[in-house]
């Protein structure tokens, strides 16, 4: 039995229905993302867990636990939200020991509990600032310690880095997931930036129009997505407009281009349209790779560790990055040039 | 900025400080001419000796308090609640909140005594404590309008919904939110509120006149209809005691603790 379960979750506000049949099962000690643009529902998701909104369908459980007659201060959640949060008139201390003092902790167990969240995000030194005196990545560890302090069964974090500024939002990013997995707490990350959603979860949903459009490990959600929403929202990708040629020999024509995938094609019969992807980092000039496809350079650029060019492939415009190296020559618009990459690499991808 | 500007802008000032200070330090002078040919305090000595100024200055104080303890208990969780859930309500409540200001007080208390009145299903004015409690009501109306305003404008300063959900999620209740989380965020706007409060309560005289009650406003009136030089004295007196509850609003809001968050 999974930790947290939402079983077929349902809501709309009026005529719009913003969350659809959305399934989850989030083990303990899991961290998972929900990943998608700004009004697919993910933070709506986020808020029906916290008790914030009442699903309009479907359950949500923790442990086993139907939370549906459960008000949100009656869940034990901890949540980190976007703005910070914390109480303006309290002190660094005080606001970690809100959750303590009104579950009617003794003072002693509090004080040593807050001392320990503290140290927890390193900011014992200012236990007696108050929010209006610290940095916004102060104020967002603060807020983390006043979360996690009453030892809540799962932890919330609605986009708890988008305010701050870039260096920070690593930092923490970091912080925040060595904080997550020495506690072993499990944990949901509402975010719409996938960079961030790739690099700190076990899991990520990406989320749809109010629908999980796909379930899996970073690697998986980008090496094989399973929508065009998905590949596309998810890193950057090159999309190619093909033909299926023989669909037992796996092969298709792009413009007057034949090439073999490795990928089956189930379903597809001779002559069906088909769209490819490839994504910037799978192709390149010099290397090897078993496919091979012409295209005319239509522009390159130096951005530095790497050199993004861009070709035109039967009229499909194709971006690739290779790493710079002193003694590469730049591929001057115009060129026709062979860009290789392996079969492997090509994605048939389903809306 | 140019010379004459700024000569502009101090004939304005100085204008309304002639304005304002001018018939008032008649009124000073006046009230301390109660002895023949000499300036003397006879008339503020005379007040200050007078047990009925005493007596009825500390009912007016202690009636200003309990409206303002009432004034807070009704108004923080309703703006509140309005600010949280209601936001389409704002608009009305505000209104509803300002009817005190058009309704003469005299129209409100004798829809309260017809109301309350002995032979009534609720008989308030039979008692004293009752009609004590039904001017401390009356009192509380009448601030409605500065204490709404007051404690809504301070909510505007705080994130109240995403702190409401901060504390909720925390485990805190209602009450909680409420006496930790919101209150403390809005005192020096609660405050000002009270200060305001206090000024209308202390000169009242409509109400605590028809509902006969020995409070201040009603013994400034008599004394003003028997006396020379003492209601001019009182008047100072009054005077003194709103300026000062002015200063204060402004040393509390200046001073407070608990600054607004920077958003």
Known sequence: MSFLVLDNLQKSFGAIQVVKNFNMAIEKGEFVSFLGPSGCGKTTVLRMIAGFETPSGGTISIDGRDQSRLKTNQRNIGMVFQAYALFPNMNVFDNVAFGLKVAGTPRAAIEARVKEMLALIRLEHLADRY????SGGQQQR??????????????????????????????LREEIRQIQRQLGITTVFVTHD????????????????GRADQIGTPSEIYNRPATRFVASFVGTLNMLDATVVDPAEHTVRVGNQVITLKETLVGKTAGEPIVLALRPEAGSLQGSGDTTLKG??????FLGSVIRTKISVAGNPVSFDTFNAPDLTMPRPGETVDLRFSSGDLLVVRD | MSVWTRIIGWAILIFGLLYFFVPLSGLFEFSLKARRGVYSFDAYREVFADP????????????????????????????????????????????????????PAIVVVFGYIRLYNTSSWLPLTGSISGTNALLAFGYTVLALPYMYRAVDTGLRTI???????????????????????????????????????????????????????????????????????????LSVIAFT???????????????????????
């Open chain 1, 194 to 209: 996938q960079e961030e959603a790739l690099s700190i979860s076990d899991r990520i949903v990406v989320m749809n129009a």
């Open chain 2, 241 to 263: 005691i709103t300026w000062a509850c002015l200063a204060l609003i402004q040393f509390v809001s200046r001073f407070s603790k608990a600054a607004p968050a920077r958003h």
């Open chain 1, 131 to 134: 929010p209006y005196q610290m």
């Open chain 1, 296 to 301: 005319d350079v239509l522009s390159s650029s």
């Open chain 2, 52 to 103: 009925q100024f005493q007596a009825t200055f500390s009912y007016s104080v202690m009636m200003a308090l309990v409206t303002i303890v009432i004034g807070i208990l009704i108004v923080v969780p309703t703006a509140f609640w309005v600010r949280l859930k209601m936001p389409w309500a704002r608009p009305y409540v505000e209104f509803l909140t300002l009817l005190p200001l058009v309704i």
């Open chain 1, 142 to 171: 603060v807020a983390l310690a006043r979360a996690l302090a009453p030892k809540p069964q799962l932890l919330l974090l609605d986009e708890p880095l988008s305010a701050l500024d870039a260096k920070i939002r690593i930092s």
């Open chain 2, 159 to 233: 994130d109240v919904a995403t702190l409401t959900e901060a504390a909720q999620i925390l485990g805190a209740g209602w009450f909680t939110i409420l006496r930790r989380v919101i209150l403390p965020n809005v005192v020096p706007a609660v405050l000002s509120g009270a200060f305001l409060t206090f000024a209308i309560v202390i000169g009242e005289f409509t109400l605590a006149a028809l509902l006969d009650r020995p409070a201040f406003g009603p013994y400034l009136q008599r004394i003003g209809a028997n006396k020379a030089y003492e209601p001019f004295a």
